[in-house]
């Protein structure tokens, strides 16, 4: 079940039965299994994978401190369930406060520019996700995260946040020069979303890339819905040293539609990532799909991918993830999945 820090600040200190005598404790997870028939064309690969695709179970509870503030906290671990893997905490964990000041926690979560694009990604957790193309940058699950939430004001929110260090795990300090900091500022009315993210700091100037600001949008029409994503992310060549310099400033754009009816919905997607450095492999890939809803919890999916200079599965942290042989080279696969949440 996927949880953003919006959700949280305003649903997630809801108390929950008792479980493991403590009082208000919530276990909810999204178990996500697929099997996917790919091709890598350029090595002539053809090969079948069972996969796991952002499957996870979590907890997490409130506790009410009087005067309308709260104590808030989570912990969510990644699963693979094709293999028999996942580690502890490695998804959106955190302690907190709310209250009608907004909602503070500290921990490690997804910056504020990741959330505003998994709004309106179509094919999210699957060998599709849009993060082969739109993803790096800030669009990550950030460590040593102290983060803000603003209260909702008719729809907009505001999110704030800052990592001393994304990366650094272990007994290992933070790293100096390493912080960086994520603003988004979103919008949600009835039909209408717009969502704006910008990140920036020495973290990204160290890994060798500056600025990065993501706009998206959704709009839903009767069974009609129409999404779009724009980025662009800055090269930094000012550190030569840094071998993971990117070929270039980085601009990328995405389309999407749906189109439900009844239990079915029909929707597809196409991406295209630009680098302006001379010889850089650009990421295309489209995407057309179906999903049907067995319950409110529990669908089956089809999807159909094909790309260039992509790694499928990679955006979503798959099990298994294909990548072409070759620059240039075309990668695709049919995908057919189950996702249940609880």
Same mark, same amino acid.
């Not at 999204?30 to 907890?59: A, E, H, K």
């Not at 912080?179 to 209408?192: D, F, H, I, R």
């Given at each position: 079940?996927?949880?953003?820090?919006?959700?949280?600040?305003?649903?997630?200190?809801?108390?929950?039965?008792?479980?493991? &005598?403590?009082?208000?404790?919530?276990?909810?997870?999204?178990?996500?299994?697929?099997?996917?028939?790919?091709?890598?064309?350029?090595?002539?690969?053809?090969?079948?994978?069972?996969?796991?695709?952002?499957?996870?179970?979590?907890?997490?509870? &409130?506790?009410?401190?009087?005067?309308?503030?709260?104590?808030?906290?989570?912990?969510?671990?990644?699963?693979?369930?094709?293999?028999?893997?996942?580690?502890?905490?490695?998804?959106?964990?955190?302690?907190?406060?709310?209250?009608?000041?907004?909602?503070?926690?500290?921990?490690?979560?997804?910056?504020?520019?990741?959330?505003?694009?998994?709004?309106?990604?179509?094919?999210?957790?699957?060998?599709?996700?849009?993060?082969?193309?739109?993803?790096?940058?800030?669009?990550?699950?950030?460590?040593?995260?102290?983060?803000?939430?603003?209260?909702?004001?008719?729809?907009?929110?505001?999110?704030?946040?800052?990592?001393?260090?994304?990366?650094?795990?272990?007994?290992?300090?933070?790293?100096?020069?390493?912080?960086?900091?994520?603003?988004?500022? !979103?919008?949600?009315?009835?039909?209408?979303?717009?969502?704006?993210?910008?990140?920036?700091?020495?973290?990204?100037?160290?890994?060798?890339?500056?600025?990065?600001?993501?706009?998206?949008?959704?709009?839903?029409?009767?069974?009609?819905?129409?999404?779009?994503?724009?980025?662009?992310?800055?090269?930094?060549?000012?550190?030569?040293?840094?071998?993971?310099?990117?070929?270039?400033?980085?601009?990328?754009?995405?389309?999407?539609?749906?189109?439900?009816?009844?239990?079915?919905?029909?929707?597809?997607?196409?991406?295209?990532?630009?680098?302006?450095?001379?010889?850089?492999?650009?990421?295309?890939?489209?995407?057309?799909?179906?999903?049907?809803?067995?319950?409110?919890?529990?669908?089956?999916?089809?999807?159909? !991918?094909?790309?260039?200079?992509?790694?499928?599965?990679?955006?979503?942290?798959?099990?298994?993830?294909?990548?072409?042989?070759?620059?240039?080279?075309?990668?695709?696969?049919?995908?057919?999945?189950?996702?249940?949440?609880?």
């Amino acid at each position: 079940m996927k949880k953003s820090l919006i959700a949280l600040a305003v649903a997630g200190v809801v108390s929950a039965p008792a479980f493991a &005598a403590t009082s208000n404790v919530d276990v909810y997870g999204l178990l996500n299994g697929s099997v996917s028939y790919v091709n890598d064309q350029s090595s002539n690969i053809n090969d079948v994978q069972v996969s796991s695709t952002g499957s996870r179970i979590g907890f997490k509870g &409130a506790e009410d401190l009087g005067s309308g503030l709260k104590a808030i906290w989570q912990f969510e671990s990644g699963v693979n369930i094709d293999e028999q893997s996942g580690t502890w905490t490695s998804r959106n964990s955190f302690v907190g406060l709310g209250g009608g000041f907004g909602t503070a926690l500290l921990g490690n979560h997804d910056t504020p520019l990741k959330m505003v694009g998994r709004t309106v990604d179509l094919f999210g957790d699957t060998i599709g996700d849009s993060r082969n193309v739109m993803g790096g940058g800030s669009d990550t699950r950030a460590k040593n995260v102290v983060a803000y939430i603003s209260p909702s004001f008719s729809g907009f929110d505001i999110i704030a946040a800052y990592s001393t260090d994304l990366n650094v795990s272990g007994s290992a300090g933070d790293a100096d020069n390493s912080s960086v900091y994520n603003l988004s500022a !979103t919008y949600k009315n009835g039909p209408l979303y717009l969502g704006l993210g910008y990140g920036d700091g020495d973290g990204h100037e160290k890994a060798g890339f500056g600025k990065h600001w993501r706009a998206a949008a959704g709009f839903t029409m009767g069974s009609l819905k129409f999404v779009g994503q724009y980025d662009t992310r800055d090269d930094d060549n000012s550190i030569a040293s840094v071998a993971a310099n990117q070929n270039g400033d980085y601009d990328a754009w995405m389309a999407g539609v749906s189109y439900a009816m009844g239990a079915i919905t029909l929707k597809g997607n196409y991406m295209d990532g630009d680098y302006d450095g001379a010889g850089a492999a650009d990421p295309k890939q489209f995407n057309v799909g179906a999903d049907y809803a067995m319950s409110k919890r529990t669908k089956l999916y089809v999807v159909y !991918t094909d790309g260039e200079n992509v790694t499928l599965g990679s955006g979503a942290g798959s099990s298994d993830q294909i990548t072409s042989g070759v620059a240039g080279g075309d990668v695709s696969g049919v995908s057919l999945g189950m996702v249940h949440t609880f």
